[in-house]
């Protein structure tokens, strides 16, 4: 079975697939007043529709065998991890037919926002170190049900996350 390491997070690292930004951790340029520093605009997106907030909660597998993947063809999906850092994997666009070969996982810290973006491979986040991970989906209102194509790989096509 093929076997994916996880690699740090880094801008250069994860470009391809998308952008991200701590969000507890904010740098660069604020605005400032007397109690208060906001950093604006720091990870953006346009959605055309009414946006869903969507708490996901993940267990913590014995082996982090992924059998299946999915994509969205008309949205890129933010993800931010609440309680523990998470395991994010993904793949490059590959119109419709999954080319796990080419999958990276990253290991993103707690409040770090990921945005994937739009046809990038992924599924659920999967907790680093705790028993189950509470993470927060924003994505536009029913993209699981009207955008989302999920498939499962063949047995030559499954890979481990170590």
Known sequence: MLKI?????THEGFAP????????KPEGYSLNGEH????PDRLSESYGTRVGFSPILVKKPKEMVIEQVEYHT?????????????ILHVA??????????LTKAFVVPKGVMVKINTAIWHLAPLPAHVDELKALIILPECTYVNDCTVVTLEEDEKFQIV
């Open 36 to 39: 208060h520093r906001f950093f």
């Open 74 to 86: 008309t949205t890129p999906e933010i993800i931010l991890p609440l309680n523990d850092d998470m």
């Open 92 to 101: 490059p666009a590959s119109a419709g037919v999954p080319v796990t070969t």
């Open 5 to 9: 390491k996880t690699e740090e997070l």
């Open 17 to 24: 697939f998308g952008a991200f930004y701590s969000m507890t």
